[in-house]
């Protein structure tokens, strides 16, 4: 239960616009799923997963992976900037690595 109310704490202070969409992040046991959404129109602008991928390797390095396929997607739709939503999951491990490599291929937050 305290997972529902950390994201719903972790949203109460995060919107995102068309010029700075929410980069919201979802994991599970299996597999992490990463969206760009304009709060304002109720719109996803990019969507990456690793649902249906062949990515290889521990699930830290398919979330660097996605990663860096969430920035290029936000540069193809026009997006530098963006709002990070991690919903209830803290920001280590798989988070982490996804920000990071993210980070790196040139996303701001």
């Known amino acids: 239960m305290n997972n529902v109310f950390r994201a719903k704490r972790t949203r109460a202070k995060i919107h995102g616009t068309a010029t700075r969409p929410r980069l919201s992040v979802h994991i599970s046991n299996m597999h992490i799923t990463a969206q760009l959404i304009d709060d304002d129109k109720g719109v996803t602008l990019a969507y990456a997963t690793?649902?249906?991928?062949?990515?290889?390797?521990t699930k830290t390095e398919?979330?660097?992976?996605?990663?860096?396929?969430?920035?290029?997607?936000?540069k193809k739709a026009g997006t530098k900037s963006v709002v990070f939503d991690r919903g209830s999951k803290l920001?280590?491990?798989?988070?982490?690595?996804?920000?990071d490599a993210a980070r790196k291929e040139g996303l701001e937050f």
């Open 50 to 57: 690793t649902v249906g991928n062949k990515l290889s390797g």
């Open 62 to 74: 398919k979330a660097a992976a996605l990663g860096k396929e969430i920035a290029a997607k936000a």
């Open 91 to 99: 920001y280590a491990g798989r988070m982490a690595a996804l920000a």
